[in-house]
């Protein structure tokens, strides 16, 4: 048996993680803390509410900041944390950062803090590429790359990693991080580029791409991203990170116009507008050490990772659809409609 703490597990990679878990790791209980922010959706597991998952989940509305609550929740029996709460939309950063240094920053510490001399077998902190900053053409960073983050999103997970190695450092917690590429797949909020280019097209609304589309990601479906964490959970070496990577490299335009050809929708929806300051043009990852470390990964191509996505967004229009009508909306016009 195994006893996880999962944060932010209502939002778009939480969830998708603990439906993965419950179904390939038969003996795993988890315990989902999440606050519920404009990003985070109970419908994203309204099907494992409905079931309990077999008694073997529970969810908890709360902030990682509120320590009396996660050391209740901790004096229960955890083995596992899995640190997903965060903001993590880049622009909205750009918008106002301040709540991404309380959540992303101060959670961080707090969550460290309440497992600080606790007999936990891991501490996972779910980090992102975008710590490393834009790579060169050609060049794939490394565990060991210095960070260069260049948004205040990317500076505020830097800053939680470097305190989950001296949390490592001085109290011994046993942390484990993961640093992902970009993630798509079912439940992603649509103000991520790959959900908001499937809903609009769905709609037959403009796309807007930033500047000239050529910004390189490498794409990883959030299932093989689910199965490394897994791993990371029941295997990570304490005080190790490890790169997390699909080695897809696309640029996006050419990213929205396959999605366009999967919903029979014409290039001519996509509008060209003022790009996001300080833009990376590039992440690309070495992630030799898990694969090796794995021995399998990552069983989606883009392809079928989109076709899958798409099929996905053009069957659950009652998820996306009210999303798209009321906060949303507000953040939308406000951030779009300058450029
Ligand atoms: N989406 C990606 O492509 C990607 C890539 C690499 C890394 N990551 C990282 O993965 C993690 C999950 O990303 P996501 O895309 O699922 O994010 P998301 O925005 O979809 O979900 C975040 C969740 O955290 C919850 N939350 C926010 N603040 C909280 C707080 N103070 N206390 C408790 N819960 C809180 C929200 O309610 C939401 O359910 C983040 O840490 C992010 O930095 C994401």
Redesign the pocket.
């Known amino acids: 048996m195994l006893r996880l703490l999962v944060?932010?597990?209502?939002?778009?990679?939480?969830s998708n993680f603990i439906r993965y878990a419950l179904r390939t790791r038969s003996v795993w209980t988890i315990v989902n803390?999440?606050?519920?922010?404009y990003?985070?959706?109970p419908a994203n597991l309204a099907d494992i509410q409905s079931c309990d998952g077999g008694g073997r989940y529970r969810f908890v509305l709360?902030?990682?900041?509120d320590s009396a609550l996660v050391t209740r929740i901790l004096d229960e029996g955890i083995d596992v944390v899995v640190?997903?709460?965060?903001?993590?939309?880049v622009d909205r950063s750009i918008m106002d950062p301040v709540p991404f240094l309380?959540?992303?920053v101060l959670?961080t510490q707090a969550l460290l803090d309440a497992v600080r001399g606790r007999s936990l077998e891991r501490f996972v902190q779910?980090?992102?590429?975008e710590v490393y900053g834009p790579a060169p053409a050609e060049i794939v960073f490394t565990e060991e790359t210095p960070f260069r983050p260049t948004n205040p999103y990317a500076a505020s997970?830097a800053a939680a990693d470097l305190l989950c190695f001296s949390s490592h450092k001085t109290y011994g917690t046993p942390v484990v991080i993961g640093r992902?590429?970009?993630?798509?797949g079912p439940c992603?909020?649509p103000e991520?580029f790959i959900p908001l280019v499937i809903t609009r097209a769905l709609e037959n609304e403009p796309i807007p791409i930033y500047g000239d589309g050529q910004q390189i990601r490498d794409w990883l479906y959030v299932e093989d991203n689910c199965e490394a964490l897994c791993w990371l959970a029941e295997a990570g070496q304490p005080g190790e990170v490890y790169n997390i990577a699909a080695r897809t490299g696309v640029p996006n335009r050419e990213v929205a116009e396959r999605i366009l050809n999967l919903v029979g929708r014409p290039v001519s929806l996509l509008r060209s507008v003022a790009d996001r300051p300080a833009h990376d043009r590039r992440y690309a990852l070495d992630d030799t050490k898990i694969r090796v470390a794995m021995g399998l990964f990552p069983a989606w191509t883009l392809d079928r990772g989109l076709e899958a996505t798409v099929q996905w967004y053009v069957a659950h229009p009652q998820w996306w659809r009210p999303i798209k009508s009321g906060e949303y909306r507000r953040f939308y016009e406000d951030w779009y409609s300058q450029r």
Request: proline share 2%.
């Open positions: 944060t932010g597990g209502m939002g778009f990679i939480g803390l999440d606050k519920l922010t990003a985070g959706n709360g902030d990682i900041q640190n997903f709460a965060a903001e993590s939309h309380q959540t992303n959670g779910v980090s992102t590429d997970k992902p590429t970009n993630n798509y992603q909020y991520k």
